[in-house]
């Protein structure tokens, strides 16, 4: 009776468990594709950035604050592009459908490199340099 009861108990973690998995499984595939975060109100925007189909970010340099760092990025064009920081999680990608995108960073006092990770595009000069202090 006993053992019964247990053995429903664990049958129930394992699907809860698989359940997990494949949650997990699923974020874990449409997080870096397509759709960003949604942006929030402006007041809570840091920088805005603009991204140029001649390979550049508008503006190439940052300074920013240490802590929470909030970026827009612009489509300012037609070309799909994203901006990312090197060594940090994040992304903000648009596309020509979107013409916008924001992404959330956690900052420490540095420098950091941000680009655009779409092949061809960094190496083209699609980069920047941000200061945190
Ligand atoms: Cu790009």
Same mark, same amino acid.
């Given at each position: 009776?006993?053992?019964?009861?247990?053995?429903?108990?664990?049958?129930?973690?394992?699907?809860?468990?698989?359940?997990?998995?494949?949650?997990?499984? #699923?974020?874990?595939?449409?997080?870096?594709?397509?759709?960003?975060?949604?942006?929030?109100?402006?007041?809570?925007?840091?920088?805005?950035?603009? #991204?140029?189909?001649?390979?550049?970010?508008?503006?190439?340099?940052?300074?920013? &604050?240490?802590?929470?760092?909030?970026?827009?990025?612009?489509?300012?064009?037609?070309?799909?592009?994203?901006?990312?920081? &090197?060594?940090?999680?994040?992304?903000?990608?648009?596309? #020509?459908?979107?013409?916008?995108?924001? #992404?959330?960073?956690?900052?420490?006092?540095?420098?950091?490199?941000?680009?655009?990770?779409?092949?061809?595009?960094?190496?083209?000069?699609? &980069?920047?340099?941000?200061?945190?202090?």
């Amino acid at each position: 009776m006993r053992n019964v009861a247990l053995r429903t108990a664990a049958t129930r973690l394992g699907f809860a468990a698989a359940l997990l998995m494949v949650t997990a499984g #699923a974020s874990a595939c449409s997080s870096d594709s397509a759709k960003a975060e949604p942006c929030p109100a402006d007041d809570q925007i840091n920088v805005e950035i603009n #991204a140029l189909d001649k390979f550049r970010f508008d503006p190439a340099a940052l300074e920013a &604050k240490e802590g929470k760092f909030v970026v827009k990025l612009l489509e300012d064009g037609s070309l799909p592009h994203n901006f990312r920081i &090197k060594g940090l999680d994040g992304v903000a990608t648009v596309d #020509a459908s979107t013409k916008s995108a924001c #992404a959330t960073f956690s900052l420490a006092k540095g420098s950091y490199t941000y680009y655009c990770s779409i092949s061809g595009h960094e190496t083209a000069g699609m &980069k920047g340099t941000l200061t945190v202090s």
